[in-house]
């Protein structure tokens, strides 16, 4: 089974700090959504990209945090500097969109904790 | 604009019995809905998805969901829920005419199936 993998799992750190999360999208999707999930604002869409442009980002906060795809098989979510509040699990998905009916494909997440 | 809504943020149900999870749903067209289902530390998984066609349609480990234009809707169901369907279920809504494939989450309904 194709899957969306993403890196690391966990990652603690102290406020202040870079983070860097990366994603493996599934081959062939061209698609690439980043999202954040909290208990008290659920899933959140942050950022997505269609064949590594970014096409909306307006769910990210645009002075700490940033979104790219150096290439096909890898994007990144980058938080500078990181604060308390930016701790969630966040999640990565990909799907195709020459046919919009076909779901998006998670990944199992980055769960973040900031000190 | 589009939006999903999911009722019930937990839904009881013993083993055995029949299990719903409603979900309705707002599109300026016409829709694409989704069921996901997201166990402990894991990302979404796909669940069924309806285009459509038959409002009734079937998906993974037993669920099937039935679409109503009328009322907007597209209930989750399983004729007889296990123990092991415990877990965050999500509703979700694409317009047909959103090429780029965003998705609209709803906020999520935690099923707990007592044995």
């Known amino acids: 089974d194709a899957r969306v993998t993403q890196t690391p799992r966990h990652k603690v750190t102290e406020m202040g700090q870079e983070v860097t999360m990366r994603c493996q999208p599934i081959l062939g999707h061209n698609t690439v959504f980043w999202y954040r999930q909290t208990m008290m604002q659920g899933l959140e869409l942050l950022a997505y990209?269609?064949?590594?442009?970014?096409?909306?980002d307006s769910g990210m906060p645009k002075d700490r945090f940033s979104a790219e795809m150096p290439d096909a098989t890898l994007a990144t979510l980058k938080i500078q500097p990181s604060e308390p509040r930016d701790s969630a699990v966040y999640f990565c998905?990909?799907?195709?969109?020459?046919?919009?009916?076909?779901?998006?494909?998670f990944g199992d997440g980055t769960r973040l904790s900031i000190l | 604009a589009q939006s999903v809504a999911q009722p019930e943020d937990q839904v009881n149900v013993a083993e055995g019995n029949p299990l719903t999870v409603k979900c309705t749903y707002s599109?300026?067209?016409?829709?694409?809905l989704f069921w996901y289902v997201q166990y402990p530390n894991r990302g979404l998984q796909f669940l069924l998805k309806y285009i459509t066609g038959d409002n009734l349609v079937k998906g993974s480990y037993g669920f099937e969901a039935e679409f109503n234009k009328s009322q907007t809707s597209f209930h989750l169901k399983k004729p007889s829920a296990l123990v092991s369907d415990s877990a965050l279920y999500f509703c979700a809504v694409r317009d047909m005419g959103d090429s780029w494939g965003k998705l609209q989450f709803g906020a999520g309904t935690q099923v707990v199936v007592t044995p």
């Open positions: 990209f269609r064949n590594r442009a970014p096409l909306d």
């Open positions: 599109v300026s067209g016409n829709p694409y």
């Open positions: 998905a990909s799907g195709l969109t020459v046919n919009s009916n076909q779901p998006q494909h």
